[in-house]
């Protein structure tokens, strides 16, 4: 905030995964753990703060790679940084943990070898540290249910922000992918074990 009480914010350049298509090591093992650590980092920097409250921690609750600016480290793009705060909150660890796995895994229909889904949440997990891995999954199918539903009542309450991603097919897209990890649950929580 500036002396006025205006809030100011900085550009931070890079890359940010916004389109479909991106480059090969935005999606990598490697990036996955820089992005697992580097929620690990931010979550320690705020745990038991007053920003933090009654919590564990504060969330970002909206991780995904078209909120993460990439630049090249050792010859290739990882992540450095995450933009979007605006949906910032106390929270749970887990829960950004979950949105993690959610987005940047692409969980769903999409998804061709769930086996290779279920390594890559190890994966992150692992580079968290994340010790409550057994509610990893249902933390999943949690965001993706609360997601649906919000656009849902959005859109009802006439949000013309959420009546568009429900016209443009969001809410069944949400849906599939919920379902698609409700069907494989066991298989991804095998691989957490």
């Not at 920003?51 to 564990?56: C, K, Q, S």
Request: one cysteine or more.
């Amino acid at each position: 905030m500036d002396e006025k009480g205006r809030e100011v914010l900085s550009y931070l350049a890079g890359h940010v995964a916004w389109e479909p298509r991106q480059p090969a090591a935005v999606s990598s093992d490697e990036s996955l753990v820089a992005v697992a650590r580097l929620v690990r980092e931010f979550h320690d920097l705020t745990a038991c703060t007053p920003l933090a409250g009654d919590h564990e921690v504060v969330c970002h609750n909206d991780l995904s790679p078209k909120n993460t600016v990439y630049r090249p480290v050792s010859g290739a793009l990882r992540p450095v940084a995450f933009i979007d705060w605006d949906l910032a909150a106390p929270g749970a660890r887990i829960h950004d943990i979950a949105h993690v796995c959610w987005q940047y895994l692409g969980l769903g229909p999409a998804v061709v070898d769930v086996g290779e889904a279920a390594r890559r949440m190890r994966l992150i997990a692992d580079s968290y540290e994340l010790s409550d891995r057994q509610r990893l999954v249902s933390t999943v199918l949690w965001w993706q249910d609360r997601c649906w539903r919000g656009i849902e009542a959005g859109a009802d309450a006439g949000d013309v922000a959420m009546v568009r991603l429900r016209d443009a097919g969001v809410v069944r897209e949400v849906q599939r992918a919920c379902q698609w990890v409700s069907d494989h649950q066991g298989a991804l929580e095998g691989a957490l074990r």
